[in-house]
């Protein structure tokens, strides 16, 4: 599933959606710096939503200065966001590694309004709510108040 060796040698190159513009830029809600906002497919709540990096890390320790700091940013963001709708907890959730049950190389934080026993971690598990157009429309119905709060939070020219 995360790739593999081939019999001739080779590698097979990681299937890695988050790396993939065309895929992700359509589940995206913002841009902050170096960091996108993402509405999470996995409708197990519709504020269900990922952060990342744009370039590929595999693990918070290859952040980058900038991209711990825009991090922090999007972060404050989605506070922002929850509160606006009521939402006064919310939980992180980083699977790192394989075993933990990360099924993409990219590093994400999932974060889901309340208590993380929302959060899935089974994919079976997961009701999957949205088709890739759903999320689209979804994302996309998301992004100007997600700009105006950005905007709002004065951090960010
Ligand atoms: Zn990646």
């Given at each position: 599933m995360l790739g593999g060796?081939?019999?001739?040698?080779?590698?097979?190159?990681y299937n890695d959606i988050f790396d993939n513009e065309e895929v992700i830029g359509k589940s995206t809600i913002i841009k902050i710096g170096t960091i996108r906002i993402v509405a999470s497919m996995d409708a197990d709540?519709?504020?269900?939503?990922?952060?990342?990096t744009i370039a590929h890390r595999n693990n918070?320790?290859?952040?980058?200065d900038a991209e711990r700091s825009d991090?922090?940013?999007?972060?404050?963001?989605?506070?922002?966001?929850?509160?606006?709708?009521?939402?006064?907890?919310?939980s992180k959730i980083e699977l790192v590694g394989e075993e933990?049950?990360?099924?993409?190389?990219?590093?994400?934080?999932?974060?889901?309004?309340?208590?993380?026993?929302?959060?899935?971690?089974?994919?079976?598990?997961?009701p999957l709510h949205r088709s890739s157009e759903e999320l689209h429309t979804f994302a996309k119905s998301l992004s100007p108040e997600f700009e105006n709060i950005t905007k709002g939070s004065g951090q960010i020219a």
């Amino acid at each position: 599933m995360l790739g593999g060796c081939l019999p001739n040698g080779g590698v097979v190159k990681y299937n890695d959606i988050f790396d993939n513009e065309e895929v992700i830029g359509k589940s995206t809600i913002i841009k902050i710096g170096t960091i996108r906002i993402v509405a999470s497919m996995d409708a197990d709540h519709e504020y269900h939503f990922l952060v990342m990096t744009i370039a590929h890390r595999n693990n918070y320790f290859e952040l980058t200065d900038a991209e711990r700091s825009d991090y922090a940013l999007a972060e404050k963001v989605i506070a922002g966001f929850y509160k606006m709708h009521g939402i006064d907890g919310y939980s992180k959730i980083e699977l790192v590694g394989e075993e933990a049950g990360r099924t993409i190389p990219h590093w994400h934080v999932h974060f889901v309004p309340g208590k993380s026993d929302n959060f899935h971690n089974n994919p079976k598990e997961r009701p999957l709510h949205r088709s890739s157009e759903e999320l689209h429309t979804f994302a996309k119905s998301l992004s100007p108040e997600f700009e105006n709060i950005t905007k709002g939070s004065g951090q960010i020219a």
